[in-house]
């Protein structure tokens, strides 16, 4: 496995974000197109029926991301709290923001506190996070 930093880090399943995204939203779009153009014929039920499947299908696919990512955002808060009260013997400050501290999670050991210290004076973006950690530690388990 390569190993992983800021340019490579994110990871897109390319048939599930590009692909069924896709076909999701045009289907949407075209099934619009078609309810107003049966609006008053005999098969306006149907082109209806069609673009509420295609919205429910649309609303299932961002669910279906948006579910787990919630679930790991949790784990990501409670395994860098214990590292860093394993660190510290402190708790994580309750100021750093989830996405600040799935930022932190990519910092080694010897770089993490002097950084969340930064972090909170600073309030640096989850980005800036990520761009100022010197020698990544890679995170090759997350959805």
Same mark, same amino acid.
Not at 29 to 45: A, D, K, P, Y
Not at 74 to 88: D, P, V
Not at 95 to 108: E, G
């Given at each position: 496995?390569?190993?992983?930093? @800021?340019?490579?880090?994110?990871?897109?399943?390319?048939?599930?974000?590009? %692909?069924?995204?896709? #076909?999701? =939203?045009?289907?949407?779009?075209?099934?619009?197109?078609?309810?107003?153009?049966?609006?008053?014929?005999?098969?306006?039920?149907?082109?209806?029926?069609? #673009?509420?499947? @295609?919205?429910?299908?649309?609303?299932?696919? %961002?669910?279906?991301? #948006?579910?787990? %990512?919630? /679930?790991?955002?949790?784990? =990501?808060?409670?395994?860098?709290?214990?590292?860093?009260? =394993?660190?510290?013997?402190?708790?994580?400050?309750?100021?750093?923001? *989830?996405?600040? *501290?799935? /930022?932190?999670?990519?910092?080694?050991?010897?770089? %993490? $506190?002097?950084? *969340?210290?930064?972090?909170?004076?600073?309030?640096?973006? /989850?980005?800036?996070?990520?761009?100022?950690?010197?020698?990544?530690?890679?995170?090759?388990?997350? $959805?």
């Amino acid at each position: 496995m390569t190993s992983q930093n @800021f340019a490579n880090h994110k990871r897109t399943a390319a048939g599930f974000h590009y %692909l069924l995204g896709g #076909m999701l =939203i045009v289907g949407l779009i075209v099934s619009m197109v078609n309810v107003v153009m049966q609006w008053q014929t005999t098969g306006f039920l149907s082109a209806l029926l069609i #673009m509420l499947l @295609f919205g429910c299908s649309l609303l299932m696919g %961002l669910f279906a991301r #948006m579910f787990p %990512l919630k /679930a790991q955002d949790r784990a =990501i808060r409670a395994e860098e709290g214990l590292r860093y009260f =394993i660190l510290t013997r402190q708790p994580l400050d309750n100021r750093l923001t *989830i996405a600040q *501290i799935a /930022a932190l999670r990519f910092a080694p050991d010897d770089e %993490l $506190v002097p950084l *969340i210290e930064r972090v909170l004076a600073e309030n640096l973006s /989850a980005t800036d996070i990520k761009k100022t950690i010197k020698n990544w530690r890679a995170d090759h388990h997350r $959805v």
